[in-house]
C-alpha cells in the first residue's frame, strides 16, 4: 500500500488523486472545513515566541513551525501503515489530500463568475476567484482561473507525487503562509520572505508543467513559442524566468481556442472564463491519463 516515504507512482497513488478530485468537486460544505485554524495557532504560538526569544524571529524557528505538522503526518502514516493492511494509511492519505485541495472549489467560484458579469457583483464575485491569490490579481479573469488552478489543483497534486500526503500540506502550508495576511504577519521579515522564497520554488515545476501541459492539450507552437520568448526576456536560462510563464503561455492558447471557436477574443468575456476551466479541467484528465499510463507501464515491466 501506500507509505510515507518518497512514493513511485503506483494504482494506490492514481486512486487516492481521483477520490480527492471525485469528493472535493462534489462535496459543497468542505471548503468550512479546511479553515487553517491549527495553522493560525502554530504562528500565534511561534509570535509569542518571537516576543519572549530574539532567536525565534529567525530560520530555525520556522523550520520549527513546518516540522511539528509534517512530522506528526509522518509518524502517523507509519502508525496506521501496519492497521487493516494499509487499509487505514489509505484513508488518511485520502482525507489529506482532500484537505489540501483548493481550499475553495473552483469550479463554483468559476460559476458565480459567470452568473453575474456587472457592476460591483461582478468585482467581488472575480475577488471570490483570486482569493488567496494575490499574483493572479492583475491578469485577466480568464487567465486567473488558470493560476487558482495551479494553487488549488496542481500544486498538491505535483507535490502529493514526489513526496506524498506530507508534500501535499507541505505546499498548502506555504501557500497559506504566503497568502494570507493574518498568518503572515505574525512571522518575521526574514521568516516571510523564506516562505515566499519556498512558495516560489514549490510553485515553479508546477507552472511548467501545465505549461507542457497546454502545448500537448492546445496549440503546440504558440504554447512553446511564447514561452521561448518569455525566457528570453527575463534571462539566460530557464530557471531565471518568473512564474507568470503560465499566464504568458496560455493567452495565445486561449486566443487561438476562442478564434477556432468563433468568439470574442476578450479574454475577461464568459467564453474565455469558461474555456479556460475546461482547459484546466483538460490539463487535469492529461495528469490522470499520464500516471495511469506509468502505473500500466509498471504492472507490464
Known sequence: MFAPEIPHFDVVSLLIIILAVFASH????????????????????????????????????????????????????????????????????VAILIYCWGPRDLDRDVAHCLKVNEGDLAEGARLRLIAGHPGAGEQPTSLVVLGAALERWFGPILWFLALGPMGALLYRMTQQLANREELGARLSTDQAETVQYLLFLLNFPVAWAMTLSLAVIGHFDSVLGAGRRHVAEHGTGWLSCRLDVLYVTARPSLLASLETAGKDSDLESADAVSMALAMAWRILFLWLTLLAVFVLAGWLA
Do not use: H
Open 26 to 93: 462534489r462535496a459543497a460544505e468542505l471548503p468550512r472545513m479546511r479553515q487553517p485554524g491549527w495553522l493560525r495557532t502554530l504562528t500565534g504560538w511561534l509570535y509569542v515566541q518571537r516576543q519572549r526569544w530574539p532567536l525565534a524571529a529567525g530560520i530555525g524557528a520556522l523550520l520549527v513551525l513546518y516540522a511539528l505538522p509534517l512530522g506528526a503526518v509522518f509518524l502517523l502514516l507509519n502508525f496506521l501503515s501496519t492497521f487493516w493492511y494499509g487499509w487505514a494509511e489509505f484513508l488518511v492519505s
